[in-house]
């Protein structure tokens, strides 16, 4: 198999899961970093790779693969040693499950959290209720297990690592972020201790978006 190549953008929560993926799953891969602000996305050349000019896009040889749980699926099926959808048919189904709860139910409030924030625009009270009461859920499953996926972090972890970073890079960059949200993973010890776990995770803390350092 030919050496696979990651297309992504700095802080994109869909390509740090890819990313994420191939380093815990220890699988070698070359990187390019596009610059949106040059508009290397919209290049005639990335569009014939991904024709909506979004990242992730993951090419191996001849082939351009995107969408990012899709292109987690794939690695698992490439490179099933380290497996991230669940290492039982029990684990699989509680993996699968969960990261599509995530990307249906909880996708829509994890956006509208971030980008309120990051535009210092109003937080939709209901938005704001989903994230938290998602929040509540899942720090409580955090008590009694040290990663979503058990023992070791699967997809389910991966969706949500991203995806809490981003928030946190919200709070930061907002004049005004509402105190429950700034307080997240604070206000959930459980939460707070996985994001410590994860960020020690062999390679992870190097997939950190290079533009929020
Ligand atoms: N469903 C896609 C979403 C990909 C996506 O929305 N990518 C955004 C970054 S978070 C992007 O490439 N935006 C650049 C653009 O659309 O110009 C996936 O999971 O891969």
Redesign the pocket.
């Known amino acids: 198999m030919s050496r696979l190549t990651l297309y992504w953008?700095s802080g994109?929560?869909?390509?740090w899961r890819v990313m994420l993926a191939l380093v815990l799953k220890g699988v070698p891969f070359d990187h390019r970093l596009l610059d949106?602000q040059n508009g290397e996305?919209r290049a005639p050349e990335y569009l014939a790779l991904n024709p909506?000019?979004?990242?992730?896009t993951l090419v191996m040889g001849d082939v351009a693969l995107?969408?990012?749980?899709a292109i987690l699926a794939w690695l698992d099926r490439a490179f099933p040693d380290r497996p991230i959808w669940g290492d039982d048919t029990k684990s699989a189904a509680r993996v699968w499950q969960d990261v599509m709860l995530m990307e249906v139910d909880l996708r829509p409030a994890v956006t509208s959290t971030a980008q309120s924030l990051l535009r210092n625009r109003p937080l939709p009270d209901a938005d704001r209720d989903a994230l938290l009461s998602a929040a509540d859920d899942i720090a409580e499953t955090l008590e009694s297990t040290d990663f979503l996926g058990g023992d070791a972090p699967m997809a389910n972890d991966i969706w949500l690592y991203p995806a809490l970073h981003w928030i946190a890079r919200g709070v930061v960059k907002s004049a005004s972020p509402p105190e429950p949200v700034a307080r997240l993973s604070e206000d959930r010890p459980s939460l707070k201790a996985w994001m410590k776990r994860m960020s020690a995770l062999p390679g992870v803390a190097e997939t950190y978006p290079p533009h929020w350092r």
């Open positions: 953008i994109s929560p869909p390509a949106v996305n909506k000019g979004q990242v992730p995107r969408e990012s749980l």
